[in-house]
Each structure stands twice: as structure tokens, then as C-alpha cells.
């Protein structure tokens, strides 16, 4: 039985938890962080288990979803707008309720397991910050459970 991630961590002082720095680059954008979370998963030495994925944000969130036709994330935008256009007369002072919804309908964590240090997902798949209330710089938590 191999030792878990947080024994290492603890007897070689390894995190078992990182902080990354991503910035958006637009007011709304689905900005692929797949590689970022692997190379998280790299530095931790993570073998196998579950890996969380969070932003500690109210106006942004984390997607699982296809990272091959950048069109899925342009319809997943335009859709969301379509459903909460800007111009509606939300009470929300500081003019950006759209973002504070979407992030909610989104979320602001995935689940994923890892397995042979990488996250374990589908041919197609990808990991994405949601950027709803850009551009600005954002912070994503890369948490590892030893399974």
C-alpha cells in the first residue's frame, strides 16, 4: 500500500494544497486551466485520488467541459447572456448581478479524480475558469485527497 499524498506532504513539507494565479482576459470568458491543475498535480506529486478545483470568488466559476471546439464555450457564453442580459434592472449597485448569477447557475468547484499524477478526464474534456466580471486577475485552490 503506497503512502497518501498527505503523509508525503507531511514528511517531505509538500503541499497538499496550491494557490493559482490566473488572469482573464476579457468581461466573460471561459479561460482553459487544465494545464495549470495538472501542473499543481505535478508539483504535489499526486498519484492517484480525488482533486478539488475552486476559485474563491463570487463573480467567477469552475467547467467541466469540451476543450477541443472553442465554439462550446462562445454558445456557452451566449446562452448564459441570453438568459441574463445585462440590461435588466437588477438592485445590485455595483452593476455586475449577471456575474454573481452565473457564477452561482456554474458553480464555483469541480471534483475530479486524478490518477497517475494527471486528472483523469475525458478524451474531450477540459477544466475552465469562469470569468464572469473581467478582465481581472483570480485565484484557483487545486486541493488533492490521497484516494
Known amino acids: 500500500m503506497s503512502q497518501s499524498i498527505l503523509a508525503r506532504a507531511l514528511r517531505y513539507n509538500r503541499p497538499v494544497i496550491e494557490r493559482l494565479q490566473v488572469s482573464s482576459d476579457s ?3 471561459l ?3 487544465t494545464a495549470e491543475v495538472n501542473g499543481a498535480l505535478r508539483r504535489m506529486r499526486a498519484g492517484a485520488g480525488i482533486c478539488q478545483v475552486f476559485v474563491p470568488h463570487t463573480t ?3 467547467v467541466v467541459n469540451e476543450n477541443a471546439d472553442p465554439a ?3 454558445d456557452m457564453l451566449g446562452w448564459l447572456d441570453e438568459v441574463l442580459p445585462q440590461s435588466h434592472p437588477f438592485r445590485h449597485a455595483e452593476g455586475n448581478s449577471p456575474a454573481h448569477i452565473k457564477a452561482t447557475l456554474v458553480g464555483q468547484s469541480a ?3 486524478v490518477e497517475g499524477g494527471r486528472l483523469a478526464l475525458g478524451t474531450w474534456q ?3 475558469l469562469a470569468e464572469f466580471d473581467g478582465p481581472r486577475q483570480r485565484t484557483v ?3 488533492v485527497v490521497a484516494g
Open 27 to 29: 468581461r466573460e470568458q
Open 31 to 33: 479561460k482553459d486551466i
Open 60 to 62: 467567477a466559476g469552475v
Open 72 to 74: 462550446v464555450c462562445v
Open 111 to 113: 471534483t475530479l479524480p
Open 126 to 128: 477540459g477544466v475552465f
Open 141 to 143: 485552490v487545486v486541493n
